[in-house]
């Protein structure tokens, strides 16, 4: 393979070019959740030729996902969502290395997960595994990027790129009391590809070093039935640090 020609239409772009390729291929991406977000995070990611991509997802495939998670096929309901994934992610490109683990994000694990790489990706689905990620890239002191849909709407932001970065307790300090999910009030599938391309977007822009163009600080929200699209500027809490590490220190 080329590899001068595969990434062409990317390394030719001024904020990219030769050296901003070996910045990709030196990165290493964790994508938590292969599902809906997951999908588009994953193809995007690999195929720009990010160089090192660990895929974490405890969860099997099944009809239901089949509307708006395109890695997946009817004849792989049943298997892994992760080893499907990765699988799927060296046919599009076989240059990076692409690892998965068949096992959720919790307290035992989270700390070593997230500590071992160079950006978070968050494609998870509940308040749960949200919270967790960010109290744990606190304590991590790793970057995370967020996205969350349900119905026709979708949100993005970038968290905690630095000490002094808003995390995402700044703008949700505590989950919801209501925590409804797709599987309670569904989702429409190009919503989830949009959002999750967004991530995508935002992720090579990190690890180019774009950080100006960043959604720091800004949560963007897309609604797809009304095609509107607005962003919410917040700040940094000054206490959203000191619940995220007193939050983390039960799994530190």
């Known amino acids: 393979m080329d590899t001068e020609a595969r990434y062409i239409r990317q390394t030719i772009l001024p904020e990219v070019g030769d050296s901003g390729q ?50 997946y096929s009817e004849a792989m309901i049943g298997a892994s969502k992760a080893q499907e994934a990765q699988r799927y992610a060296k046919k599009l490109n076989s240059e990076p290395i692409i690892s998965y683990e068949t096992e959720y994000l919790n307290t035992d694990n989270a700390l070593k997960h997230i500590s071992a790489a160079d950006l978070v990706m968050d494609c998870s689905d509940n308040y749960q595994t949200r919270y967790l990620i960010n109290d744990a890239c606190v304590i991590a002191g790793k970057p995370w990027i967020y996205g969350g849909i349900n119905a026709w709407q979708g949100q993005v932001s970038t968290f905690n790129i630095s000490p002094d970065c808003p995390t995402y307790r700044c703008i949700f300090p505590e989950a ?43 949560l963007l929200q897309m609604d797809l039935l009304r095609n509107t699209c607005a962003t919410l500027s917040f700040r940094r809490s000054r206490t959203a640090g000191d619940i995220a590490q007193l939050k983390s220190s039960e799994y530190a």
């Not at 974490?56 to 395109?70: A, F, T, Y």
């Not at 977007?201 to 960043?214: F, R």
Request: hydrophobic share 45%.
């Open 176 to 218: 919801p009391l209501n925590q409804s999910s797709c599987n309670d009030i569904g989702v429409m599938g190009p919503l989830a590809g949009m959002i999750g391309s967004m991530m995508a977007n935002e992720a090579l822009k990190y690890l180019l070093g774009l950080q100006d163009d960043l959604l720091l600080g800004k």
């Open 22 to 71: 070996e910045k990709l291929t030196s990165a290493k991406v964790l994508i938590i959740g292969a599902g809906g977000l997951g999908s588009p995070v994953l193809m995007y990611l690999a195929g720009a030729g990010v160089g090192q991509i660990h895929i974490l997802d405890g969860d099997v495939v099944s009809e239901s996902n089949l509307q708006r998670q395109p890695l």
